[in-house]
């Protein structure tokens, strides 16, 4: 059996190479907090495997789980933790990141960790006992309030999804302290370094793709996507963009006419790629998901792999006109895992709408791909709390949520290619 100091060497050179660790202190602290501690009964190679162990289910849904170290990392680089400085983190989970926390901010510093479940807590207690971690302050209870009694902090970082940025955590923040949340931005969710300005704003300092676990409690959001079909058909959309689902059920059951886009596309660009470009750029944009490997005349069938199941975007028709889609598709369909890293895409019609909405998605490709296929990375956030006015400048999209607006830019592209604005003709809003 590999010993825990050998399997997590392996892990920090793996954790390097992928340049997920950059910094020689982020590297220090994988390389000294022992994980396994915090996964007690879990095997070592599993403990140190570069993956996300979940360790508390309901409903056969993981709602707890130590992260893969590789977006630890990347979210640690994120953080910028400096010895001194005082972090609260919402997301308690097993302690782990808690610790590695603790030992970037040093003895000099702060780690307050937040977790809703109070059996967590207790094991996460235990968990840094068993390790020799000091310097955390574990706290059960609804992290959507963050924890006033050790504010103000220099970083707070949610190791779970949101859907808002809630206004505690912006109180909370030091002058110039840095927010970094999974936030979800036109079904996408993104880990968004958020730097508070003298303004009150927050501006991004970093975006990257990430996939969380989403917050329970009084911050939980809406569902991120909505049933179509009884045989695992979903529909994931834009937050601020009703849905008209029966005319994209209507739609999908009559498929049309497939023309080749003449781009190469794989999975990762649904979500980090195209797909959120596409989500900023027009909000008639949606994805489209299913689980499991295609049926033969399932209408999701021609769908994009991803992993075992299958998802795609789409932009829809708006409500009281024609209905219709005009959808991403791979020809002929592949299996779930056959699909190669990047595969040639075609455009397909549907419902009597589709055609001109094939039309419009080929525009905004030829416009994405003009910008050299801007990612999630080239993003833009600034977060606008309520109560607070934006400055001056007119953002490619602004997405409402309850408690701020974001406005998103890809400034870097838009230097490449023109700036994005709503592709094709005028639309109405999907109901
Ligand atoms: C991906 S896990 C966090 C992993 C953890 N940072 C670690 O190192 O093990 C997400 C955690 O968020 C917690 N959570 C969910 N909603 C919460 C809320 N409203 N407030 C605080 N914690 C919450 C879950 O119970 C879960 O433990």
């Known amino acids: 059996m590999v010993s825990p100091e050998h399997a997590r060497s392996r892990l920090v050179a793996a954790l390097r190479r992928g340049v997920r660790v950059r910094t020689p202190a982020v590297a220090e602290a994988f390389a000294t907090v022992p994980r396994h501690l915090f996964l007690p009964g879990t095997p070592i190679e599993a403990a140190y495997a570069d993956e996300a162990v979940a360790i508390k289910y309901a409903g056969g849904v993981a709602i707890s789980s130590a992260s893969q170290p590789s977006m630890m990392a990347i979210m640690l680089e994120q953080l910028g933790l400096r010895p001194g400085h005082r972090v609260l983190e919402i997301g308690a989970g097993t302690g782990y990141n808690a610790a590695l926390m603790a030992r970037l901010v040093g003895p000099s510093g702060a780690v307050t960790s937040v ?73 996408s969710q993104l880990s968004v370094g958020l730097d508070l300005g003298p303004d009150g704003l927050l501006h991004s300092d970093s975006v990257r793709s990430c996939a969380f676990i989403r917050l329970r409690g009084v911050a939980a959001g809406p569902d991120a996507s909505v049933a179509l079909t009884d045989d695992g058909l979903a529909v994931q959309v834009a937050e601020e963009a009703p849905l008209d689902l029966a005319g994209v059920r209507a739609a999908l059951a009559a498929p049309g006419p497939m023309l080749p886009a003449g781009v190469k596309l794989g999975s990762a660009d649904l ?33 994009l792999p991803i992993g075992p199941d299958r998802g795609t975007v789409a932009l829809a028709a708006g409500v009281g006109g024609p209905r219709g889609l005009g959808a991403v598709v791979v020809d002929p369909p592949v299996t779930a895992g056959e699909q190669p890293a990047q595969g040639a895409i075609w455009l397909q019609a549907f419902g009597p709408a589709g055609p001109e909405l094939t039309g419009r998605l080929a525009a905004l490709l030829d416009r994405w791909t003009a910008q050299d296929r801007p990612t999630a990375s080239e993003l833009r956030v600034v977060v606008v709390p309520n109560g607070t006015s934006a400055g001056a400048g007119t953002p490619a999209a602004t997405v409402i949520k309850q408690h701020c607006r974001l406005l998103l830019d890809w400034p870097a592209a838009a230097g490449r290619g023109g700036r994005p604005h709503h592709g094709g003709p005028p639309h109405p809003p999907r109901r």
């Open 115 to 187: 977790d809703i479940d109070p059996d967590l807590v207790v094991q996460a207690e235990q968990n840094l006992r068993a390790a020799g971690v000091d310097g955390v302050e574990l706290v059960a209870g609804d992290g959507a309030l963050g924890h006033p009694p050790r504010a103000p902090y220099d970083r707070i970082v949610l190791t779970v999804g949101s859907w808002d940025v809630r206004p505690e955590w912006v109180a909370q923040l030091a002058p110039g302290g840095r927010l970094l949340l999974p936030l979800a931005i036109r079904g």
């Open 271 to 303: 979500w980090d790629g195209l797909g959120l470009w596409l989500a900023v750029t027009d909000s008639a944009v949606l994805r489209l998901l299913a689980t499991g490997p295609a049926v033969e005349g399932e209408p999701g069938r021609r769908l």
